[in-house]
Nanobody, 124 residues
Framework: VQLQASGGGLVQAGGSLRLSCAASGRTFSNAVMAWFRQAPGKGREFVAANFRNTNTMYADSVRDRFTISRDNAKRTLYLQMNSLKPEDTAVYYC???????????????????WGQGTQVTVSS
C-alpha cells in the first residue's frame, strides 16, 4: 500500500486549500481513511476520518470548516479546508487502515499505512 499526499501550500488566514491523497496497492472501498496533522513541537493530531464510505468524523477544531471525502474509483481521499486559521499550520498526513473499529479511528497508533505528509502554512 502506498499513499501520496499533495495539495499543501501557503495561504492567508481565511483562505482555502484542498488536500489529496492518492492510494495504490489494494482495494480501499472498505478501508478507514483519515487525515492527521503535526505542528512543530507537537504530537500527531487527528483531523478527520471517513469510514464505511459515508461515515465521517472530525476533530472539534476543524468541524464546520473542513470536509473529508473520498472517491473509491480514483482511490483518492480529499480534505477540503476552508476558513483556514494560523493554528491550522502543520504537516498533514493521510493514513489508511483496513481493520479499525470506530472507537479507534481518532488514534494514530492504530493506522498501518501513512503518506509522506504535505505542509500547510496559514499566515495571519
Amino acid at each position: 500500500v502506498q499513499l501520496q499526499a499533495s495539495g499543501g501550500g501557503l495561504v492567508q488566514a481565511g483562505g482555502s486549500l484542498r488536500l489529496s491523497c492518492a492510494a495504490s496497492g489494494r482495494t480501499f472501498s472498505n478501508a478507514v481513511m483519515a487525515w492527521f496533522r503535526q505542528a512543530p513541537g507537537k504530537g500527531r493530531e487527528f483531523v478527520a476520518a471517513n469510514f464505511r464510505n459515508t461515515n465521517t468524523m472530525y476533530a472539534d477544531s476543524v468541524r464546520d470548516r473542513f470536509t473529508i471525502s473520498r472517491d473509491n474509483a480514483k482511490r483518492t481521499l480529499y480534505l477540503q479546508m476552508n476558513s483556514l486559521k494560523p493554528e491550522d499550520t502543520a504537516v498533514y498526513y493521510c493514513a489508511v487502515d483496513f481493520n479499525l473499529i470506530q472507537s479507534s479511528v481518532r488514534t494514530s497508533d492504530y493506522y498501518d499505512y501513512w503518506g509522506q505528509g504535505t505542509q500547510v502554512t496559514v499566515s495571519s
